[in-house]
Each structure stands twice: as C-alpha cells, then as structure tokens.
C-alpha cells in the first residue's frame, strides 16, 4: 500500500517502540490484504498423527526423563501469566450491574451458594467486614450481595476484577491457600527439579504487575526452598514493545487517537521473542490457570514426565540422523529409515520425495530434521472453545501436523469445515520443547515463524470501531515450522480456570 504520511510524533513513537517504518508499513498491508486460510487435509486423530502412549512404554519414558535431569542440561518451565481475570468475573460485574438486587441466574445462585468454598472466603470476609462493617454471611443475610461483590472486585477490597489470574487465591488448603504462581512453583519441583537440586522457572507478566509477582515470589520462596531442599531461579519477563501492532481504521489507516497511532500488544505470539531469550535445552510450556492443588498433582506430573520422555526419545534419534547425514558415510537404505521416521515419527510427508535422488533427499531431510522440536499434549474433545490438531499443508507441499485456530480454516468451505467439526482432540497448551539444535546451539525461533497466521479482529475504542492485529500465536503460526508431536494426555491434565465458578470443581478442591 502507499506509505502513510508519517509525523515526527509518529517517528518518535515508532522509534521509542523499535519497530521501523517498513514493519508499520507491513503491518498496514496485513489490514488491507487479510491472512490466508491454511490448507488442512484432516484433523489429527489416533489414527492419523496422534500418538497413544502404551501402558508397557511409560516407564521407559519416565525413566528417560529422570535420566535426562541428572546429565547436566538445563530445563525451564515457562509461563505465559500476563492475563487479566476480568473474563473470570464477567458474570459477577453483570451483576453489580443489573436492576436486580439478589442472584437470578444459575451462575450468580451458584457462586453465592458455595462462596465458603472458594479459597479467597477469609480474606474477602475480612475487608468485607472492614468496609461494610458486616461479614459475608451477615451482607447476604441481609440482602446485600452486591457488596460482597463489590469487595471481591474493586480496589475499595480484593480488587481481584483487575489483577492478573497468577494473583489471585485458587486453592484451599489445610492452614493455607496458593494462588497459581505458587502451584506452578510447587509443579516445578515435581517434573523439573535436576539432579543438582535446582528448578528454573520463567513467568512473562504484564509491566504493571511485575513488581506484585516479584513480592509474591520473594515471599513464598525462601519456605519452598527450605521445605523442598530446592534451589529455585525464577525470572520474569514482559512482552516487548517492539511486537506491538499499530490499530487500523476502517480506512486501513492507523487509527488515531489525538492525533497519536495506537498500538496494541501483540497478542500471546509475542512471547515467542520470550521464548527465543531463554538460555536452555527443554522448555515446558503450561498457561498460567491449568493448575490443581497436591492432591491432584501425581496424574499431571506423571504425564509431563511422559511427554519430556518422547521428546528426549526423539531429539536423540534426530541427532543421530543429523551426525550420520553431516558424516556422508550413509547408505540408499539408510535414507529410507530416516525418511521413514520423518513419515511416520514426525508424521511429516510430501509426495515428491520419492522423485529426488539421494543428494537432493540428504538435503531435503536435513532442512527437516534440523528444526525446533515440541510434544504436545491433546486432550479428548470436551467442546472447549479454541485449537485443536491438524494435519496441514505448508508452503512448500510438505503436510504436516499443525495446532490451528478456528480462524485460521475457511468456515466457508463445507469440506474444510467438517474436517475442523471432526476433530477428536483439543490443545490444552501442554508443549515440552527443545530448542537448541543437535550441536547443542540455540535456535533462532523467530526463523520458525509463519507470518501468514495472523489474524484480524474487530474491536472498538471509546465508541470507534477499530482493526486489531493478533501476530501468529504462541502455539500455532510461531512454532509452524517446528517439529511437532502430539501425544494423547488424559482429560484430568487439563483444568482451566474461565469463570470464577470453575474454581468449584472437583480438581480444584483440595478440601
């Protein structure tokens, strides 16, 4: 498109951001010209790209795993915690909001029905009490729901409306309650702990949350590490300013706002330069709210463990393919047997590979093999909102598997549609990933990037309409071009946090 005309104002902006010209220039043709659809062939099934794990093989993994944490390598959990929990209480600010003084709704009846259960009860009893100068119970006996509403989201108490999910108190225990960042620092110990006792942990936050992480990190580790006989290294880390994306009018221009463009966060495919940053061999990848209390822990160890296992399993079959290629020693049969695990392992396939002569096949698989590689976890299909397991089609005619949006396949077209309404499976965000090659060296995970996934999504600003930009997610468009395993995991693996009244379920109560 033409270039817009740029201000000193916006030069200035640009400048303090490090994002150029020409990438704001790239970013407006993303609004005019739209993303393309991907290419899917099927969903991935159990018969088609998922792999089962056989009740005989975990141990093998497990102990894979184990064996791995004792040689030396460095393993990070990582954990994308900048999410709001505004959405957790939409419901609850409904609520304040409506004509009606005492609960009508399933959702309201539920929460106030059990609101002794959830693990933040004493501490809003607390500043109910100290602003009301009531109680809980005596505010609803009286008919006073909405201030114990109030209480919980508000700066006036809680004010948990406008804290990150990693803040807020999730479960109850005996003498105390977690929040999920002390559950994830609890998790860390069971499936990453190394052999010299150290456990490396990795929270991305928003800026104006970080110094509250920090406090509550600072407070809680000293009794873990002394509990635990641990040695934990936690770091923090923002989305950078540079991945922001201009808003765009219904013009395709820069949306202003008193004359000044409006950028936005880039949504979580941002956090691959995050990522990118981390100085380690294996990365857990995990969201901030899929946490359970101890007495659930054992089933998602136990599968996290299983899941490293086939990573460790497939990254030393890579190496060995790699040094055997770089070597020049090998056969025509030779060959094979890695085309065959770039077919069936990797479940990476094109039909013109059986056309090319060996020298043309030796670099074909190289470029394939040597890639970042991930395991992710699916979970049966519960009728959860958002990606699931594909077998796609890239730019190069190359199918392989893929975790992809909804918004990412052309609804429109009957056929792509009923492969995405067939699809058993559902990403739980539950990646193990390897991100150095088998030199031992970093890869760069920004050459990884398919930049044609983004997405554009209609938002509004003070009553404007504006276009928003989404860079290609964490798990799906920024680890296109890796390689990609899925394993099934079991249901119980998989307990996000979307309302409030999911604290209420049966893997949240440890009491």
Partial sequence: MENVNLTEEDKLLLQKKGISEEELYKQLDCFRQGFPYLDIVAPASVERGIKIIAPEDETAYLDLWDNYLGCGKSVTKFVPASGAASRMFKDLFAFVDASYTTPETDFEREFFDNIQDFAFYEDLDDVCLANEGKNIADLLSSGNYKAVVVNLLTEKGLNYGNLPKGLLKFHKYQASS???????????????KTSTNDINIHFTVSPEHRSLFEALVSEKLPFLEDE????????????????????????NNPFRENGKMLFRPGGHGALIENLNDLDSDIVFIKNIDNVVPDKYKTVETKYKKILAGVLVDTQTKISEYLNLLD???YTHEQLLDILYFLQNVLNVKNPDTKMLEDSELVLYLKKKLDRPC???GMVKNVGE??????????TDETISPQILESSQIDMNNPEKKAMF????????VDLVCGIKDYRGNHFNLKNFVDLNTGFISIKSKNGRELKALELPGLWNGAMSDWNTIFVEVPIETFNPVKTVNDLLRKHHMQV
């Fill in 228 to 251: 635990l006989g641990v040695k934990y290294h936690v770091s923090f880390s923002e989305q950078k300013p540079s991945t922001d994306t201009v808003a765009a009018d219904a013009e």
């Fill in 374 to 376: 991930r395991v992710c």
């Fill in 178 to 192: 977690r929040t999920p960042v002390e559950e994830h620092l609890k998790e860390g110990y069971l499936y990453t």
């Fill in 421 to 428: 309404a067939d699809g058993t499976h559902f990403n739980p």
């Fill in 385 to 394: 909102p958002g990606g699931g397991p594909f077998l796609a089609v890239d």
């Fill in 327 to 329: 070597g020049g020693k």
